[in-house]
C-alpha cells in the first residue's frame, strides 16, 4: 500500500495568481509592501544614526586637547611666533624616517614652563609619515626611544614627557 503525502498551501501558480488578484490577496501584498519599506526605513535610519555616532565619537576621541598656562609660574619666555617657529622645526626635525635630535634639542632650550606649553599648543595634532595625528610628548615619546636621548630631552622641557 502507498502512502501518499497531501501537500498544504499553494503550490499551483494558477490558484496563486488567482490569490494574489482578489481583494483579500491585494491587501495582504500590499501589507507586505508597506511593512518592508517600513522595515527599510528603520535600517536605513538606524543605519545613518549609527555612522554618524561613529564618526562623532572618532572626532571627539581624537581632537586636541591644548594645556593651559599655570599663572603660579613664570611667564611664557617665548612668543606666540618663537613657539610656532620653535613648533614647526620640532614636526621638521621629527617628520619622516629617523629624527633630528640635535634640532629637537635645540628647539627646546631655554624654555620655561609656560613657554612649553604655548610650544606644545602651537604644535598640536600633527601627522607622521605613517599612523594617526600625534601631538608633541606623542612625537617625543614616538622618535626617541633610547634612554640616552630622552634623558637629554628631559633635560631641557619641564614636563616629563
Known amino acids: ?3 501518499t503525502k497531501t501537500k498544504k498551501g499553494l503550490s499551483n501558480p494558477a490558484v496563486l495568481a488567482t490569490v494574489a488578484s482578489s481583494p483579500a490577496g491585494q491587501k495582504a501584498v500590499t501589507g507586505a509592501i508597506d511593512t518592508t519599506f517600513t522595515v527599510v526605513k528603520i535600517v ?3 543605519l545613518v ?3 554618524g555616532g561613529y564618526v562623532a565619537y572618532n572626532l571627539y576621541k581624537n581632537r586636541f586637547v591644548s594645556l593651559a598656562t599655570n599663572p ?3 611667564p611664557s619666555n617665548i612668543s606666540e ?3 610656532n617657529a620653535k613648533a614647526d622645526a620640532l614636526y621638521n ?3 619622516g624616517w629617523g629624527a633630528d635630535l640635535e634640532t629637537v634639542l635645540e628647539a627646546l632650550s631655554g624654555i620655561n614652563y609656560n613657554a612649553w606649553v604655548k610650544v606644545y599648543n602651537a604644535f598640536g595634532k600633527r601627522k607622521p609619515t605613517i599612523g594617526s595625528e600625534m601631538t608633541l610628548t606623542e612625537w617625543l615619546n614616538n622618535q626617541f626611544t633610547s634612554q640616552l636621548d630622552r634623558s637629554k630631552i628631559s633635560l631641557l622641557i619641564p614636563v616629563a614627557f
Open 49 to 51: 544614526v549609527g555612522v
Open 44 to 46: 536605513a535610519v538606524a
Open 81 to 83: 611666533a618663537v613657539a
Open 72 to 74: 603660579n609660574y613664570e
Open 93 to 95: 626635525a621629527m617628520y
Open 1 to 3: 500500500m502507498a502512502v
